[in-house]
């Protein structure tokens, strides 16, 4: 009898589909960490796991694989060991650095793309790369008893840069004179967030429901956002609509009329203050023709000239956001 004997029992599975499949799960943390679990259990043909995170002690109420002789060690090799020991038919590649890291060839190959991730920075920078190589993506988060899951189908459904569910503290950076001086300056680590098993484990396991779904065209998709609390047991699924102004996957920023307006005298650097305020951007470039420009640089009618085409550059981007010069009419 195969070791998938009971789900093949299950009307529509087709479990050539998912042996024929490549997934990436980012982060194997507390949803990672049962993301890879159920896809391993159920036969998934290749998972790449990335996390460039090491394993330590508070992980360990609630992040799976691993355990306390596995502290200090890297999440994505040591959940590769014994994801392996689960199952042996399915080939699980390792990759213990940055998402960013990682050559988009490796991206181009996955099926499908899963996300537990805990920085907003690294969840947007990857709903940038999948909307630009049109790569479905499930992702979600929790806190506490209280946690959410999003499917996101390039130009289909809303990307997480279109959804308002974001803190618009989180979605900005501070472009003042004050957050530039602070900005070289040491961050203060942040508190950790509450975090319990149970949610890890439901929360988890939505998303790679959701997955094997999506690659087995089986049953109802989620329609988009789903909001889960632990304390009342109770689901909410929420509806978001896409942004035509979304510097992502919105069709305004596609278009060839898509301007930003500058005058004489002002400089680079304050554009670059105006396009971090407008797109929730942590420090854009803004490249010319090739070259990154000096933020110290006046601008006049001969360096941008109506109707140049910038493209900004910035950490939370994969793909650099194209805009159009309009020069201000005095």
Sequence with gaps: MSR?????????????????????????????????????????GKL??????????????????FRKRDVRKYKA?????????????????????????????VYEECDIITAGLDSFDARRW???????????????????????????????????????????????????????KRKHLPKKPEAPLPAVA?????????????????????????DNYLFYDGMTNTTTVIKLERKYNCPVCGE???????????????????????IAYAFGLADPRIMLRGVILDKELIINKKNLKEGSKIFIMDDRLAKPLKLIIKREKK
């Design 4 to 44: 998938y004997d009971r789900q093949l029992r299950i009307d529509g599975w087709n479990q050539e589909k998912l042996r024929d499949a490549t997934v990436l799960v980012a982060g194997v943390g507390a949803l990672g960490s049962f993301i890879a679990t159920n896809l391993t259990l159920s036969g998934v």
């Design 48 to 65: 790449i796991l990335v996390d460039m995170d090491t394993v330590e002690v508070s992980n360990l109420n609630r992040q799976f694989l």
């Design 77 to 105: 090799e040591v959940a590769a060991r014994k994801l392996r020991q689960m199952n042996n038919e399915i080939e699980i590649v390792s990759m213990p650095t940055k998402l960013e890291n990682i050559k988009r060839s």
């Design 126 to 180: 990857l709903n940038s790369l999948c909307v630009d190589l049109n790569k479905p993506l499930i992702t979600g988060g929790m806190y506490g008893f209280m946690g959410h899951v999003q499917r996101i189908i390039p130009y289909e459904t809303p990307c997480f840069e279109c959804q308002p569910l974001v803190p618009q503290e989180k979605l900005s950076q501070a472009c003042s004179p004050i957050g530039e």
């Design 198 to 222: 149970t949610l890890s484990m439901i929360i988890g396991g939505i998303i790679s429901q959701e997955c094997l779904k999506h690659l087995m065209e089986l049953g109802t998709p989620l």
């Design 252 to 274: 305004f920023y596609s278009l060839k009329e898509a301007t930003i307006t500058v005058e004489d005298g002002e400089k680079i650097g304050d554009l670059s203050t105006r």
